[in-house]
């Protein structure tokens, strides 16, 4: 397994990839808190982009 996939991605038992949601590292005080809040949890990954990670797995 590629080091930078572990970092970015996690699979599930049931199989899914999950990532998190981009834009949530800094800058955070400009933005409103429904933006931050909506950005804390976990994102399922679209149908291309797990063809992509599935290959570095």
């Known amino acids: 397994m590629r080091k930078f996939?572990?970092?970015r991605f996690k699979v599930t038992r049931t199989?899914?990839?999950l990532r998190r949601a981009m834009?949530?590292?800094h800058f955070?005080?400009?933005?409103?808190t429904q933006?931050?809040?909506?950005?804390k949890g976990l994102r399922?990954?679209?149908v291309i982009g797990?063809?992509?990670?599935k290959r570095y797995l």
């Open 5 to 7: 996939i572990s970092d």
């Open 15 to 17: 199989g899914k990839i």
């Open 23 to 25: 834009a949530q590292g």
């Open 28 to 32: 955070l005080a400009k933005k409103r």
């Open 35 to 39: 933006q931050v809040k909506r950005k």
């Open 44 to 46: 399922t990954l679209e």
């Open 50 to 53: 797990k063809k992509i990670v």
